[in-house]
């Protein structure tokens, strides 16, 4: 990946791990639910988006570079990725 790209990865991954300490601090402070679970829903909205980023990336760059050329073993690999990400 290109260092412009994983400096904007980085910070994402920065930004999910406070939703996270968030989510720790209410669980400590024994915090209403529905402030742990609206926490949660943006810790899993972000690691959806980032998941979604970097196959993204994955996919452009190892699946169909330039002289790549779309093949039933790629082809596989990509869903096997999808597989692995809608777990």
Known sequence: MASA?????????????????????????????????MLL????????????????DHIRLHLMGEKREATPELAEDLIDLVRAYLK
Do not use: F, H, S, W
């Open 5 to 37: 790209k994983n400096t904007k990865l980085l910070q994402r991954i920065r930004r999910i791990r406070g939703q996270v300490d968030a989510v720790e601090r209410t669980l400590t402070e024994e915090d209403e639910c529905a402030n742990v679970l």
């Open 41 to 56: 829903a943006a810790v899993r909205g972000g690691i959806n988006g980032l998941m979604g980023e970097v196959m993204e």
